[in-house]
């Protein structure tokens, strides 16, 4: 059963402290993407990975950080000097199909809250 | 990467045909146009992508002019189910560049 998943779901942390996102996919993509959404807006990258050991920030980068030593796994960090992280978190990928340009496969997405 | 422009919200009953149009007058010459929809916390979901002229799926269909300046939406005999929000985007997936604006919420009522 192919797909993206994302946890946790709910996730709460303190000011001042770092918290990862994970996110693992196993469609065989090459492309994955982190976005972030506030309420009532649309979806703003932050970062993105066409391939392994690389990535590149999206328009809201910083306060965040990634890796991508894994084909299947693109985890996002979001950092003590991210200001306003309380938002939901949503991973994506995207195959290299011909009519596959826009195609990006969510996950379930992570709600993180800033206590 | 060009811009698109769609209602903020729209109103429906259920079993009628809605029609979402968005704008996008700055489409370059090799980008798709393509619609997602969204659930209350869900991740997006693809719904159709297109070139020109029209597309269909098992889903919607997706009415271009010639000019691509603008797209259709067409979702046939909607039901509570399609309440959600429809995002209209337009480009290539440069390098991950999806530009989802505010799109559209679709209310769809008994």
């Known amino acids: 059963d192919g797909g993206i998943t994302q946890s946790p779901k709910y996730l709460f942390r303190k000011e001042g402290q770092n918290v990862t996102l994970s996110c693992e996919q196993n469609l065989n993509h090459d492309a994955m993407y982190w976005y972030r959404q506030d309420p009532g807006q649309g979806l703003r990258l932050i970062y993105y990975?066409?391939?392994?050991?690389?990535?590149q920030k999206g328009d809201i980068a910083e306060g965040y950080s990634v890796s991508r030593e894994k084909k299947e796994s693109f985890p996002l960090t979001v950092t003590s000097a991210q200001k306003n992280p309380t938002a939901f978190y949503l991973c994506a990928s995207r195959g290299r199909g011909e009519f596959s340009y826009n195609e990006q496969f969510f996950g379930p997405g992570t709600r993180l809250t800033v206590l | 990467l060009a811009k698109t422009t769609q209602p903020i919200s729209m109103d429906s009953y259920e079993g009628q045909e809605v029609n979402i149009t968005c704008s996008h007058n700055?489409?370059?010459?090799?980008?798709?146009i393509t619609w997602y929809q969204q659930f209350p916390s869900q991740g997006p979901r693809f719904i159709i992508q297109?070139?020109?002229t029209k597309v269909t799926n098992e889903v919607a269909s997706l009415f271009i002019p010639a000019d691509r300046k603008s797209s259709t939406l067409s979702l046939p005999r909607v039901s509570l189910s399609d309440t959600a929000v429809y995002y209209c985007?337009?480009?290539?997936?440069?390098?991950?560049?999806?530009?989802f604006g505010q799109g559209t919420e679709l209310s769809v009522k008994p």
């Open positions: 990975s066409q391939i392994v050991n690389d990535f």
């Open positions: 985007l337009v480009g290539r997936d440069q390098g991950g560049k999806l530009i």
């Open positions: 700055n489409i370059a010459t090799n980008d798709y």
């Open positions: 297109g070139y020109k």
